[in-house]
């Protein structure tokens, strides 16, 4: 069973950043890919960055945060983080990190609150 723990969530201005963590439970090189959801309110859940962590290692962000957001991994730490610049209060959402073993499992966090308001 893999746990997922996120962390770095916070009330943030518009135009700051944030950090998100996501810290597993195993080795991360055992996921076939890692990633960020969030969850808007009255909004359903939507992709906002994945990473393959085999092959190329490609990396997907949504169009909104495109040139905004970066997810990277720490493999020694088990972690994956989202740092995120210039922050609009559209990007208000609970974050969900996300991991996919090899063997087509998914697995959840249970999300931090990221609020951008002045």
């Known amino acids: 069973q893999v746990q997922l723990v996120e962390s770095g969530g916070d009330l943030v201005q518009p135009g700051g950043s944030l950090r998100l963590s996501c810290a597993a439970s195993?080795?991360?090189?055992?996921?076939?890919?890692m990633g960020w959801y969030r969850r808007a309110p009255g909004k359903q859940r939507e992709l906002v960055a994945f990473?393959?962590?085999?092959?190329?290692?490609?990396?997907t962000y949504t169009d909104s945060v495109k040139g905004r957001f970066t997810i990277s991994t720490d493999s020694a730490e088990n972690t994956v983080f989202l740092q995120m610049n210039s922050l609009q209060p559209e990007d208000t959402a609970v974050y969900y990190c996300?991991?996919?073993?090899?063997?087509?499992?998914?697995?959840w966090g249970q999300g931090t609150q990221v609020t951008v308001s002045s």
């Open positions: 990473m393959t962590l085999i092959g190329s290692g490609t990396t």
């Open positions: 195993g080795s991360i090189l055992s996921f076939s890919g």
């Open positions: 996300n991991a996919l073993t090899r063997s087509h499992l998914s697995y």
